[in-house]
C-alpha cells in the first residue's frame, strides 16, 4: 500500500482539518486527485483505491469538517456542501494545487458537482460516485433516519452489528470480515470502546430546508458542467442514485461515461474490479463508452 503523510490546514474561518497525501511518483506530471467522503464517512474510504492511484499520480483524500480528525464545527449550519466545497478550495490552495481531478462519493460528489460550476477551469475530470442531480427520495429518507442518531456501540462487535443492520441491504454479498473492515473504517476507538468518526450535529442541517445540506435541485447546475470530463459510477442496488436519473443526465451530457457495479448498493467502494477498471480507463482518457480526448486528462 502506498504511503501517505498527514496534511493539516486552517479553514477560511479557522478550524484545523485534515487530509491525506498520497504523493505518487516525483515525474508524475499528472493532474493530482482529489477524493472527497460522503455524509458520515471519512478519508479511509478512500484507503484502497487512493494507495492504487497513486502508483501513477499524487492523490490527496480529504477530511471534511466534523469528520474523521478534522475539527468539529461549534456552529452546525456550517455543515452544508457549500462550506465544504469552500474548504476544498482551501485546500487545494494550501498544497499549490492549480488542476485537478475530483472523485467524489455521494456528498462528495455533490461537492464535485459544485467546484466544477464555481472554478470550471481548475476541475479536469470528474469521478461521481453514486450520487446525481436528483437524489431518491427513499435513500435520502434512510439516511435522515440514522445519521447522527446510531446507538453508541460498546464494544467492536456492537459496532460490527449496527454497522451491518444499516448498510446490509446494500452489500449483500459482504462477509464477517468484510462488515469488521467497514465497522473499522467508520468507527474509532477511544478508551477501549469504539465511537463513530462524526460529530452527530453533521444531521442537523439535513432536517432545515433552507440550509442547503439537501440541494432540492442541481439539474441547471449539472448543465452548466457538462463540458468537463464526467465519469459517473453507480451501484446496481442504490436507493441514491436511481437509473432514471441516470438515463437523463446521459440525455444532457452525449460525453457522459457510466459505469454500474452490479449487486452493490449506496455506495461502491470504487475497488470493485469493474469500477475500479472504468476509473483508470478514465483518468488516461480511454473509457469504455467513448471518452473524451486525452488531453482532458492530462497537463
Not at 61 to 72: I, L, P, T, W
Not at 78 to 88: E, I, S
Not at 290 to 298: E, K, N, V, Y
Request: glycine content about 8%; proline content about 8%; overall charge negative.
Amino acid at each position: 500500500m502506498s504511503e501517505y503523510r498527514d496534511v493539516w490546514y486552517q479553514s477560511p474561518d479557522g478550524l484545523r482539518l485534515y487530509a491525506r497525501d498520497y504523493p505518487g511518483p516525483a515525474t508524475s506530471g499528472l493532474p493530482p486527485v482529489l477524493c472527497m467522503h460522503g455524509l458520515s464517512r471519512n478519508s479511509a474510504d478512500f484507503a484502497g483505491i487512493a494507495a492504487t492511484l497513486a502508483a501513477d499520480r499524487r492523490v490527496i483524500v480529504a477530511e471534511q469538517r466534523g469528520r474523521g480528525r478534522s475539527d468539529y464545527d461549534s456552529n452546525p449550519a456550517n455543515y452544508t456542501p457549500l462550506t465544504y466545497a469552500d474548504d476544498m478550495f482551501h485546500l487545494l490552495d494550501t498544497l499549490a494545487i492549480n488542476k485537478v481531478v475530483l472523485i467524489g462519493t455521494s456528498m462528495g460528489g455533490l461537492m464535485s458537482f459544485i467546484m466544477a460550476s464555481q472554478q470550471p477551469s481548475r476541475i479536469v475530470g470528474m469521478v461521481i460516485n453514486d450520487i446525481g442531480p436528483e437524489i431518491d427520495p427513499r435513500g435520502l429518507a434512510r439516511i435522515q433516519n440514522y445519521v447522527g442518531k446510531v446507538a453508541p456501540a460498546r464494544n467492536w462487535d456492537d459496532a460490527v452489528a449496527r454497522t451491518r443492520e444499516i448498510n446490509g441491504e446494500a452489500f449483500p454479498d459482504y462477509t464477517d470480515d468484510d462488515w469488521l473492515a467497514f465497522a473499522r473504517a467508520l468507527y474509532v476507538e477511544r478508551d477501549g470502546v469504539p465511537v463513530l468518526a462524526y460529530d452527530p450535529a453533521i444531521s442537523k442541517a439535513m432536517t432545515d430546508a433552507d440550509s442547503g445540506a439537501v440541494p432540492p435541485n442541481l439539474w441547471p447546475l449539472f448543465e452548466a458542467i457538462v463540458d468537463i470530463p464526467m465519469l459517473v459510477v453507480r451501484g446496481e442496488l442504490s436507493d441514491i442514485l436511481a437509473a432514471d436519473c441516470v438515463a437523463r443526465m446521459r440525455d444532457m451530457d452525449s460525453d457522459l461515461q457510466v459505469v454500474e457495479v452490479p449487486r452493490v448498493g449506496h455506495a461502491p467502494t470504487l475497488m470493485e474490479p469493474v469500477a475500479l477498471q472504468a476509473i483508470q480507463s478514465f483518468l488516461v482518457g480511454s473509457g469504455p463508452h467513448g471518452a473524451r480526448p486525452h488531453s482532458d486528462l492530462t497537463p
